[in-house]
């Protein structure tokens, strides 16, 4: 157990609709990493928090957007979503910039 | 190109064997370098982790950085059927953000 909390496991919905993923970071730990893992793209890092304030910008989608709020959990919005959007994302937390990031069990989306 | 290179695998090996798992990359800023360990549907959990050329050993497990040939590896020795899983490279470069730029991951399977 990373210490890492994902909430909810598995999410099925269908293309259009909006979702909500939620993350809690291992006590401690100020960043927040959301990574969005697919068959055909593997491992893809999406978007970084620190204390509240967004750091860093990968993949993520116009339709995707996360914040993390002032006790240091995290939520990612994806929004019209599509059928390609199915896959499992991954939070991942660590101390302030540090390297070494632990990863919760993540979401199952599938969009139907 | 890819930042990062991963052998695909699959790769299956006798219970007992040395396996080894091997990434190269292309960008020499490049610092910090992780194995991760992901079994199905679970979350990536963190093997190993360096930042200097050379061997770190951890237990049954070593990491080897080259980074004048760009090149990494895990060694796995007295491969155990527990350890069949996906093995993913990841590296981190300097800056305000440690986004983890993955390998796409090797499966191994280890058969008893």
């Known amino acids: 157990d990373s210490g890492v909390t994902q909430t909810p496991k598995h999410l099925i919905t269908a293309t259009g609709q909006r979702v909500t993923l939620r993350c809690s970071p291992r006590s401690g730990d100020l960043s927040v990493y959301w990574y969005q893992q697919s068959l055909d793209q593997g491992l893809q890092f999406l978007i970084q928090y620190y204390n509240g304030e967004e750091r860093a910008k990968g993949n993520i989608l116009e339709r995707f957007s996360a914040q993390q709020f002032p006790d240091l959990h995290s939520e990612l919005n994806l929004s019209s979503l599509e059928l390609g959007d199915s896959a499992l994302y991954f939070c991942a937390s660590s101390v302030d910039s540090g390297e070494t990031q632990y990863f919760g069990p993540g979401t199952r989306l599938l969009v139907l | 190109q890819k930042e990062v290179e991963q052998d695909p695998g699959p790769l299956s090996v006798p219970e007992g064997a040395i396996v080894s798992l091997n990434c190269t990359y292309s960008?020499?800023?490049?610092?910090?370098f992780m194995w991760y360990r992901q079994y199905s549907r679970k979350g990536p959990e963190l093997l190993m982790y360096?930042?200097?050329?050379g061997n770190k050993e951890d237990g049954r497990f070593t990491a080897q950085v080259d980074k004048s040939s760009k090149y990494i590896s895990l060694f796995i020795r007295d491969s155990q059927p527990s350890d069949s899983a996906t093995y993913l490279c990841?590296?981190?470069?300097?800056?305000?953000?440690?986004?983890?730029?993955f390998g796409t991951g090797t499966l191994l399977a280890v058969q008893p």
């Open positions: 360096t930042y200097s050329s």
């Open positions: 990841a590296l981190v470069g300097g800056g305000a953000t440690n986004k983890l730029i």
């Open positions: 960008n020499s800023a490049f610092q910090y």
